[in-house]
T-cell receptor, first 113, second 114 residues
Framework: EADIYQTPRYLVIGTGKKITLECSQT?????MYWYQQDPGMELHLIHY???????EKGDLSSESTVSRIRTEHFPLTLESARPSHTSQYLC????????????FGEGSRLTVL | DAKTTQPNSMESNEEEPVHLPCNHS???????IHWYRQLPSQGPEYVIH?????VNNRMASLAIAEDRKSSTLILHRATLRDAAVYYC???????????????WGAGTKLIIKP
């Protein structure tokens, strides 16, 4: 059973609003990731972190930002939401073990009107 | 990372074995083969991974061709709860482990008929 949680599960918001998607894990994993997935499409990595105070951009450009102040938390923020940001956002973590499996949260489905 | 090719969708009857194929003709010697699945409205979950030898765990078996250019995920007795999108992904063990940029394709949508 994965111990990684995302909130909110669903969010409908108007254009221009600031939003933060929360991701928390209780497994003590150093490595955490944010993926973006449109319906029926593949996952794209948008941010990752090796540990506290470490963040990097992934292979898909994103207007979102992330922070890693504590090991357990890896929140994603959009300063000004737009309809093009409508998507599912998936948070994941893994241990430092070389082939440690990725544990995913249930996702946050964002709709920007 | 090398690419993989999977069928878009497959159908199977409940309680029958399912063989999900994956082609990876450009696989390198240090690429591990990983399988994840994504149930509807959920995040992906790990299924199994292997390098050269066939692998078994409580969820599935992974059969890897001798030349490693293809592999097959085997669900021994599919249930309705196995209906999901199954992703076959290569992960280069020789890469710097500072990120985990798995290249996710569209996967195979497995439909289980009762």
């Amino acid at each position: 059973e994965a111990d990684i949680y995302q909130t909110p599960r669903y969010l409908v918001i108007g254009t221009g609003k600031k939003i933060t998607l929360e991701c928390s894990q209780t497994m003590g994993h150093d490595k955490m990731y944010w993926y973006q997935q449109d319906p029926g499409m593949e996952l794209h990595l948008i941010h990752y972190s090796y540990g506290v105070n470490s963040t990097e951009k992934g292979d898909l450009s994103s207007e979102s930002t992330v922070s890693r102040i504590r090991t357990e938390h890896f929140p994603l923020t959009l300063e000004s939401a737009r309809p093009s940001h409508t998507s599912q956002y998936l948070c994941a973590s893994r241990s430092a073990e070389k082939h440690g499996e990725l544990f995913f949260g249930e996702g946050s489905r964002l709709t920007v009107l | 990372d090398a690419k993989t090719t999977q069928p878009n969708s497959m159908e199977s009857n409940e309680e029958e074995p399912v063989h999900l194929p994956c082609n990876h003709s450009t696989i390198s010697g240090t690429d591990y083969i990983h399988w994840y699945r994504q149930l509807p409205s959920q995040g992906p979950e790990y299924v199994i991974h292997g390098l050269t030898s066939n692998v078994n765990n409580r969820m599935a078996s992974l059969a890897i061709a001798e030349d490693r250019k293809s592999s097959t995920l085997i669900l021994h007795r599919a249930t309705l709860r196995d209906a999901a999108v199954y992703y076959c992904i290569l992960r280069d063990a020789g890469r710097r482990d500072s990120n985990y940029q798995l290249i996710w394709g569209a996967g195979t949508k497995l439909i289980i008929k009762p």
